[in-house]
Each structure stands twice: as structure tokens, then as C-alpha cells.
């Protein structure tokens, strides 16, 4: 007479992972809300925030939040993206739990989605420690634990990275699939596999174990029937076949991105960016695009073109894609010493930006030319630039310089984000980053 009954407003737990088509919509839940905005994209994603905190930008909107971050003045009052990745990890952590308690789901979909669960996990630790270095190791949803957890070493994260993604890669399918777990989809909007060895290839490389890198990198660029460079022009459309791993857009038929850079356009193009292209590179024409303002010209991220409404969007966002593979073996390459595939997977991406073929292999002339092809391939994508100046030593080179254009001053402990001071309240174990 007790008994109330499972709640009516909320799947609990034990329904939830009942069925392969409820447990599979958590992880598609998950999906859904990163392509709403937060991190991955629109006003709050390190796309725009951490392209900021570097040279990619200049600041045109007048918002003090963005401004504090665009002159590397945050202060732990109000710090993007912490709460939000951290999220997305107790939403892995519970379905890691309800899905290793289950007995009722069809083998083959239980494995695919506990790989996603490792695999997000591992995605979101990633730029946890890029942005604030040591962060809290949540492994399970308990309570008690995860409020008092104190920061972990970044290298232990790496190796915990590290066992989750090989972990993934066991359970995961190599092919992608809808939103059944069972039904293959020509969409790259569910992580498979292939997934999997990107994140690793670029976990190995931040972690400079170059064998291991170049390995996860060819396991996905040798696989060409799935994966192969496209036109510059045809990179960011649905089901590329330069994309490893996309996301559907849910908020509008169109990406955030695409609204944010062509119609809100907080930012333009920084000229340290613009400096770098080289004469005829099809990535300037094809990826920026230009406006008038009085008498001055200012170019602004146009890889998504597309801002509003079409029957059919041709554009999906980009969460990993084969271009990074390459630049990814050719820095492991060069620091194998093996400077003729350092050189091939250069070019490849040269060519495809319809320019010359590098003169110079000499193992110093590579490097440098790793880092700018890193540097006008993948700006206003995922913070990349704020990553690669921070792992190749070279924020002290360029940022305070940087730093005094757009208004701030810069000290080398900015190269780590503060602790949300809410967070240190709750959570006494915590300690706040040097500086702030």
C-alpha cells in the first residue's frame, strides 16, 4: 500500500536500461545536448573561447565575459566550460553504471554504448587538462566521493585517457550506425571506432609517445574506403568523408558556428592569422570571407557557410577529422626522425590547399612547418591553436605580444584557466591554479 511506484515524470536507472532503445537514447541525449551549444559550439564553445584566449581573433563584441577571456583577465568568478564538460563525464559515468548492471540488452548494443561512455569521458578530459591542467578524476556518479575529490595529476588523466579510449576501441563498432545501435548510417554523427583512434592519435601526441600517435593516425588514414581528404570547399558538409566523427544540428537546421561567425560575428580574424597564409592557399578564399567596415577590411571564419534556414542542411559540425590525422603523423614522423613521411603528410595537406610542395625537409624546417599548417588548417576549430602553443612551448614566444594588442597583459600562469571559485566552495579539497 506503500509502494509509490517509479516516478512519473523521470525514466529512472532500471527502466532506462531495460531496453536497447531507451539505454541507447542517453548517449543520443548526450549528442543532442553538446549540439544545442556548451563547449562544442555556438557562443560558449572553445572554438570561439579558446581561439580567444590566443591569436586567432579580434574581439568586436562588447561582452564583458568574452572580453575578460579574448585579454587572458579571467578571474575564477566566471570561467567557461568546466561545469558544462564536467556534465557530459557524470553523464558517461551513470550510463558506465546502468549499463554494466544491465542483463536485458542485446550484447551487441551494450558494447557499442559503453564505448561511448569510455570514449566521452576520455573527449572531455582532454580539454579539461588542456584548459586547466590538473582537474578532479571522476570515475563513478557517487556523491560523497566525487565532492571531495582533489585535483589529479595531469599525467595520471593522460594514462586514464589512454585506458578508457583502448578500452572503447574493444567495444565499439567499426562501422556508423543510427540511432538503434544496430542499423548502419551513412551519417558520421555516432562515434565509432575510427573515432576512437583519432582522440587516441592526438592523446599519444600530447602525451609524445610519437610511435603511438603515428600508429592510431594511420589506422584511420589508411583506411580509405571510409576516409579520404576532400575539397577544400567540401570539408564541413554532412557525411564528408574527411569527417571521423560529426554532429547533427538540433537547434536550428543549421550550425551554430554557421550563425555565430556569419550573423552574431563577435570576432574577426586576428592579422596574426591573417599575416600567416600563404600566397594562393584555397583554405584563405574558401574558409575566411571579408567585410567592410569604413575604410578597413576584416575576414571572419567561414568553414560553415550556411546561417539559415534550407530544407536540407549541407553542412554537420566538425568534432574530429582527417586532416588532423595528417599533421598528426607528420609531427610523430619528425620526431621519429623519419623526415620523408613527415614531408607526404604535409604536402598532401599543402596540395589540397593548392600549394607547393615543401623545398626544405631538414628536420627544423618541418617542425616549423608543422605547426603553421596546425596554425591555417584548423583555426576556429576546437581551441587548437590555444593547445598547440601550450604543448610546443611557444605561448611565452607569442602571447605577450599578443596579449598587449588586445588590451590585457600576460603572465605565463594565464596559460591555464582558474578554478570556478563556486566550485571551491563546494568542494574543499580543491586547490586554486598559481596566479589567480
Known amino acids: 500500500m506503500l509502494d509509490a511506484g517509479l516516478p512519473t515524470d523521470k525514466i529512472v536507472s532500471a527502466t532506462v536500461y531495460a531496453s536497447d532503445a531507451t539505454a541507447a537514447g542517453v548517449m543520443t541525449g548526450l549528442y543532442y545536448t553538446m549540439s544545442s551549444g556548451g563547449p562544442a559550439t555556438g557562443n560558449e564553445s572553445l572554438s570561439l573561447i579558446a581561439g580567444l584566449s590566443a591569436d586567432e581573433y579580434k574581439l568586436v563584441n562588447s561582452d564583458e565575459g568574452l572580453r575578460a577571456i579574448y585579454q587572458n583577465a579571467l578571474t575564477p568568478m566566471v570561467v567557461p566550460a568546466w561545469a558544462k564538460l564536467f556534465n557530459y563525464i557524470y553523464v558517461a559515468n551513470s550510463a558506465l553504471a546502468g549499463l554494466s548492471n544491465s542483463n536485458s540488452l542485446t550484447p551487441a548494443v551494450k558494447s557499442q554504448l559503453m564505448g561511448e561512455a569510455y570514449f566521452i569521458r576520455a573527449f572531455c578530459y582532454s580539454y579539461l587538462v588542456g584548459l586547466f591542467g590538473d582537474v578532479p578524476l571522476l570515475l563513478s556518479t557517487d556523491a560523497q566521493n566525487n565532492k571531495l575529490a582533489a585535483r589529479t595529476n595531469v599525467d595520471k588523466i593522460y594514462e586514464q585517457m589512454v585506458a578508457d579510449l583502448l578500452r572503447a576501441r574493444q567495444l565499439m563498432n567499426d562501422q556508423y550506425l543510427r540511432a538503434d545501435i544496430s542499423t548502419p548510417s551513412t551519417d558520421r554523427v555516432r562515434p565509432s571506432k575510427w573515432a576512437v583512434n583519432a582522440l587516441l592519435a592526438r592523446v599519444y601526441l600530447y602525451s609524445k609517445k610519437w610511435q603511438e600517435a603515428m600508429a592510431a593516425a594511420d589506422s584511420v588514414i589508411n583506411n580509405t574506403s571510409l576516409f579520404e581528404l576532400v575539397p577544400i570547399g567540401s570539408v564541413f558538409l554532412q557525411g564528408s568523408k574527411e569527417a571521423i566523427w560529426q554532429l547533427q544540428p538540433v537547434v536550428a537546421n543549421y550550425t551554430q558556428d554557421g550563425q555565430l561567425f556569419n550573423v552574431d560575428r ?21 574558409w575566411t570571407n571579408k567585410v567592410i567596415v569604413g575604410n578597413s577590411v576584416y575576414y571572419y571564419p567561414y568553414k560553415y557557410k550556411v546561417y539559415e534556414g534550407v530544407k536540407l542542411n549541407p553542412e554537420y559540425l566538425m568534432v574530429l577529422r582527417l586532416g588532423e590525422l ?18 607526404m603528410c604535409i604536402n598532401a595537406i599543402r596540395e589540397r590547399a593548392g600549394l607547393g610542395l615543401m623545398k626544405d625537409t631538414t628536420i627544423a624546417a618541418l617542425s616549423i612547418a608543422i605547426q603553421h599548417e596546425r596554425q591555417v588548417e584548423l583555426f576556429a576549430e576546437w581551441g587548437h591553436r590555444w593547445f598547440d602553443l601550450k604543448r610546443v612551448e611557444g605561448l611565452q614566444v607569442v602571447m605577450p605580444e599578443v596579449t598587449k594588442w588586445k588590451g590585457g597583459n600576460w603572465d605565463d600562469y594565464k596559460k591555464l584557466y582558474p578554478i570556478p571559485e563556486n566550485e571551491l566552495q563546494l568542494d574543499r579539497a580543491l586547490v586554486q591554479n598559481t596566479g589567480y
Open 266 to 286: 563577435p570576432v574577426y580574424l586576428s592579422p596574426y592569422l591573417m599575416n600567416v597564409f600563404e600566397n594562393g592557399d584555397r583554405r584563405k578564399t574558401s
Open 326 to 343: 595528417y599533421l598528426i603523423k607528420a609531427e610523430a614522423a619528425v620526431n621519429l626522425g623519419d623526415r620523408t613521411t613527415s614531408a
